[in-house]
Nanobody, 129 residues
């Protein structure tokens, strides 16, 4: 059974850093498309970053240069290192996955939440000003 579970959320001051984790079970993260998304109340879930089986990544413009996605294959865990956080980064952060390689659009891996079938429960990140 494919499952992902997020952890590591919390409260951090603006300008600070935080790392959230996504523990996977029932599959290997090296063989599935993985991604991080975020959502605030009343808004649609938006992409943060996606990573393909070969390590190719696609970051949303809003986090490019500040956030870094990584994998610990031995622990079957995906991480999101968030640096230089802004209050606007406050959201529930969700890990998502789908079997096989990521769908590509015009040569870039997907940032479309509809391409991900499996989701975690989310971890809250709050950035105080």
């Amino acid at each position: 059974q494919v499952q992902v579970a997020e952890s590591g959320g919390g409260v951090v001051q603006a300008g600070g850093s935080l790392r959230v984790a996504c523990a996977a079970s029932g599959f290997s993260i090296t063989t599935f498309c993985m991604g991080w998304f975020r959502q605030t109340p009343g808004n649609q879930r938006e992409p943060v970053v996606t990573i393909d089986t070969d390590g190719t990544t696609n970051y949303a413009d809003s986090v490019q240069g500040r956030f870094i996605v990584s994998r610990d294959n031995a622990k079957n865990t995906l991480f999101l290192q968030m640096n230089r956080l802004f209050p606007e980064d406050t959201a529930m952060y969700y890990c998502a996955t789908d079997s096989g390689r990521c769908t590509r659009y015009n040569g870039r891996i997907t940032l479309n939440r509809a391409d991900f079938a499996y989701w975690g429960q989310g971890t809250q990140v709050t950035v105080s000003s």
